[in-house]
């Protein structure tokens, strides 16, 4: 099945860490997308990126760094330079032109 | 760049009753404008889209209509059931060009009451 597959879905960083969220897809899509979503939120993004080898900032981006290396994979390092990085993490792909966006199942980060 | 605007940010309504999120867009090239519904603890799914040469669209108890002059759309939900209580995005995106990205809506919180 073609889908966005997000790893772990739980996930305990203790202060001064830096810890990494997994995306792969295997849908082909060039564009990839992190969003951030606190309780009662909506989707802020975090990075988005276009094409392999390159990424843009979102709106969000201080404290959090990816890379792009693979088509499939598009993982997110959330520094120990993030203050408040407890939330719900989505990555998303899209179809060409920013049209259908297909989201993983999120990842839950806590600081512990 | 686009912006995209939703209200209401939370709407009760009664199971059976009907149900109403509207969005606004200010980018007038956006010719794309899709709906999500997100269930708590998951990521949003696609229930529904819209392209700028259509002004109705409906999937069973779902439609979506489009005012591309006002730059507005919206979502109806006829008949609601308590299994239609998520969070639902609008977004927008033109599509010109590889590089554009969707814009999604601040989400509207739906719960309906049985």
């Known amino acids: 099945d073609g889908g966005i597959t997000q790893s772990p879905k739980y996930l305990f960083r203790k202060e001064g860490q830096n810890v990494t969220l997994s995306c792969e897809q295997n849908?082909?899509?060039?564009?990839m997308y992190w969003y951030r979503q606190d309780p009662g939120q909506g989707l802020r993004l975090i990075y988005y990126?276009?094409?392999?080898?390159?990424?843009q900032k979102g709106d969000i981006a201080e404290g959090y760094s990816v890379s792009r290396e693979k088509k499939e994979s598009f993982p997110l390092t959330v520094t120990s330079a993030q203050k408040n990085p407890t939330a719900f993490y989505l990555c998303?792909?899209?179809?060409?032109?920013?049209?259908?966006?297909?989201f993983g199942q999120g990842t839950r980060l806590t600081v512990v | 760049g686009e912006n995209v605007e939703q209200h209401p940010s939370t709407l009760s309504v009664q199971e059976g009753d009907s149900a109403v999120i509207k969005c606004t867009y200010s980018?007038?090239?956006?010719?794309?404008f899709p709906w999500y519904k997100q269930e708590l603890g998951k990521g949003p799914q696609l229930i529904i889209d819209?392209?700028?040469?259509?002004g109705e669209k409906k999937d069973q108890r779902i439609a979506v209509t489009l005012n591309k002059t006002a730059k507005h759309f919206s979502l109806h939900i006829t008949e609601t059931q308590p299994e239609d209580s998520a969070v639902y995005f609008c977004?927008?995106?033109?599509?010109?060009?590889?590089?554009?990205?969707?814009?999604f809506g601040p989400g509207t919180s739906l719960s309906v009451i049985p």
């Open positions: 998303a792909s899209t179809t060409p032109g920013g049209y259908k966006a297909f």
């Open positions: 849908l082909n899509h060039d564009a």
């Open positions: 990126s276009q094409i392999v080898n390159d990424f």
């Open positions: 980018d007038s090239a956006s010719n794309y």
């Open positions: 819209i392209r700028s040469n259509v």
């Open positions: 977004a927008a995106s033109n599509g010109v060009t590889s590089y554009d990205k969707v814009i």
